[in-house]
């Protein structure tokens, strides 16, 4: 323990080496479309281990060969979630292929309760992208029918949404939820309102995102844990990571994709409490902590593979002054154990989670960054990352989640998001800027893109 601070600072040294030493060529033209060839074959590898072996099934099982589903039935995560993908990478035939799976399969006419904000992230936001990138109606309606049966998990006495909803009967469950469980909707429904006419979608989800947002504390920050029902707060951690990230990133978001103002003001206010209250420096850089939502006093000197989504929603904001300190320490933390750990102790340097389920966010906050700055270190930081995860996580059906990354070994999972995140940002990191643009879209959490248009 005690040689720990000197061991970190040497991989520190290092890290800054390597990425400062390098030559600072910037990256040509070929190198980029090196880079997004290496990136589409992975994308080829992936879905034709998850056809071959999990068709119709939510997800592939990459060292079993096997198929899995999140319930009873199977919702199509995989091919709805990779569609977009496919059509951005110009995978024509693969997103032929995903889009004629959802229409002919998936049906939400079943008894089944599902959790609210895993079935609109992935779900509500995979059919709005891909019919606003297809224009096939179909998938609006099938939309439109998804967004009706989520609607009663929004009836609790605060307007906060229950966590599970049955899609058939609307009975809700678990009035233990968090911030965001409660605030991620307003990107899909607002757009399902947007496309409907029907207001009601975006109202509820405003309402959800600004009963958290009112019951911050007098320091602006919110808890992890609230009871829907009572509106009282059961855990008053206050971070950025899991349970809290994405109630941030969408009100940000929903200033970005609507122009909602009150969106706007309400992230200003976190985001400066959260630059007050937990951003740190210890010798291997910069990080969030943990405090307590009304002292803002340090509760858990924890930072993790979630948390590293925050340099890009800083970037995207036009703060690449912090959020590039940020990368700094998201790329330690990569390179510090072979792959970045779930979680691990910014003060010990030690991991607690080791496991790498394929996450996205350290590459998306690299995309951000380069976008903003085109400063050519988040390239080759991007590089190194795609090519840990392309060579220590394939599989022979696809890529898996690694158990620990200190030992390397793998386990049987590849969540939808590899396919509809992880791989998206990594080519869109060295793509063409006009492969997508960012002043016309925005990116939901799953990385879904929604066109930019103002509600009403
Ligand atoms: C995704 O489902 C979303 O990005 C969510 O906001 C957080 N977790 C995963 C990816 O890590």
């Not at 990107?187 to 309402?207: I, N, P």
């Not at 059961?234 to 969106?263: H, M, P, V």
Request: glycine content about 6%; overall charge neutral.
């Amino acid at each position: 323990m005690k040689n720990t601070p000197k061991l970190a600072l040497l991989v520190v040294l290092l890290v800054t080496l390597s990425i400062k030493g390098q030559p600072q060529e910037t990256f040509s033209v070929r190198q980029k479309a090196a880079q997004c060839k290496k990136i589409k074959s992975a994308c080829r590898h992936a879905w034709s281990g998850y056809k071959k072996y999990a068709s119709g099934y939510d997800a592939l099982k990459p060292l079993s060969n096997k198929g899995h589903n999140w319930y009873g039935v199977s919702f199509q995560m995989t091919p709805l979630d990779a569609y977009d993908t496919f059509f951005l990478l110009g995978l024509t035939e693969e997103a032929k292929e995903a889009k004629e799976m959802v229409v002919s399969k998936l049906n939400f006419n079943v008894d089944q309760e599902v959790q609210l904000f895993e079935i609109n992230i992935r779900l509500m936001g995979g059919l709005l992208s891909s019919y606003e990138l297809s224009k096939d109606k179909r998938l609006l309606d099938m939309a439109e029918d998804l967004g009706k049966r989520l609607l009663p998990a929004f009836n609790s006495p605060t307007g906060m949404p229950y966590r599970y909803v049955n899609l058939k009967n609307g009975e809700t469950r678990d009035a233990l939820s968090n911030p965001a469980e409660i605030g991620t909707y307003l990107l899909e429904f607002g757009k399902l309102s947007q496309l409907t006419g029907d207001t009601t979608y975006y109202r509820v989800a405003k309402k959800a995102a600004m009963e958290i947002y009112r019951r911050r504390t007098d320091i602006d920050l919110v808890g992890t844990t609230i009871d829907v029902n009572t509106g009282e707060w059961k855990n008053t951690e206050s971070q950025i990571g899991a349970r809290i990230d994405s109630y941030y990133e969408y009100l940000y978001k929903a200033w970005l994709l609507f122009g909602d103002k009150d969106c706007r003001d309400a992230w200003g206010i976190h985001n400066k409490a959260i630059k007050k209250y937990l951003l740190t420096e210890v010798s291997s850089g910069w990080y969030f902590t943990r405090v307590d939502m009304s002292s803002g006093k340090e509760t858990n000197s924890l930072y993790g593979a979630l948390d590293a989504f925050y340099a890009g929603i800083l970037a995207l904001s036009g703060d690449t002054a912090t959020a590039g300190k940020i990368q700094k320490g998201n790329y330690y933390m990569w390179t510090r154990f072979n792959l970045e750990p779930e979680e691990f102790n910014f003060r010990s340097d030690s991991v607690l989670y080791p496991n790498y389920p394929l996450r996205p966010e350290n590459i998306e906050s690299c995309f951000y960054l380069y976008r903003k700055t085109k400063d050519q270190q988040y390239l080759r930081m991007g590089q190194h990352m795609i090519s840990d995860i392309l060579t220590k996580c394939r599989t022979k059906s696809g890529y898996a989640e690694m158990k620990d990354v200190r030992t390397l070994e793998l386990s049987d999972s590849m969540e939808s998001f590899f396919l509809a995140e992880t791989l998206k940002y990594a080519y869109l990191l060295f793509a063409p800027e006009n492969t997508l643009d960012l002043g016309k879209v925005v990116f939901n959490t799953e990385a879904h893109p929604l066109r930019i248009s103002n509600i009403e």
